[in-house]
């Protein structure tokens, strides 16, 4: 088994163009994706279509076609995996026609990430209508949350991938948390939209 640093020297080669790269890394990375689809897959309803297998490919395929993006590390790259997959359950609720609170709306657990919201629960498209509009306000704090809740990413390896300290990371991590716990209880008509300049 090869090791995180072979992770990284595989990404900075696909990077910098190297196709075959890629295929040397899926191997590397590939556990670690199928753990994330896991996670989510939990929080989806028992007869959803689409499965854990499915996300994973689906979000390779959409690995491949991103272009441009300068993997800093392993950890780097599983956050982008993370927000890809949360996109495609983002993408197949709406298409879905799960928008209205109550019937079929896909549900979460905020208990899934260390003491975000002890026995909060809410559904995937408020949390991430929510977590844009944290995006709008303060985009690091909407990464740390990208990173730590749907990323599955430590303090540390989401300071390392930001460039910020630990304990940035945890100010941040507490007051978004604050933050979308107050988004997240308020009723949907009445939830403050920041202004978009």
């Keep these: 088994m090869r090791s995180r640093s072979d992770a990284t020297e595989l990404l900075h080669a696909w990077s910098n163009g190297d196709e075959s790269a890629f295929d040397q890394l899926v191997p590397l990375v590939h556990q670690e994706l199928r753990m994330l689809a896991r996670r989510y897959m939990r929080r989806e ?55 209205k609170r109550g019937g079929d709306v896909v549900r979460i657990t905020l208990d899934d990430a260390p003491s975000l919201a002890a026995g909060q629960s809410t559904d995937l498209i408020a949390l991430n209508d929510a977590l844009c509009d944290l995006a709008t306000v303060d985009p690091r704090m909407s990464q740390v949350v990208e990173l730590r809740f749907f990323g599955g990413l430590s303090v540390q390896e989401t300071a390392d991938v930001l460039n910020v300290s630990a304990e940035t990371v945890m100010r941040d991590w507490k007051t978004a948390k604050v933050w979308l716990l107050r988004e997240l209880s308020q009723p949907q008509p009445e939830r403050q939209r920041p202004r978009q300049g």
């Design 45 to 99: 309803r028992v007869d959803h279509t689409l499965q854990a297998t499915a996300l994973v490919n689906e979000a390779y395929v959409r690995l491949i076609d991103a272009r441009g993006i300068r993997w800093q590390d392993r950890a780097h790259f599983l956050a982008i995996a993370a927000k890809t997959m949360r996109r495609i359950l983002v993408e197949f609720a709406r298409q879905r026609g799960r928008q």
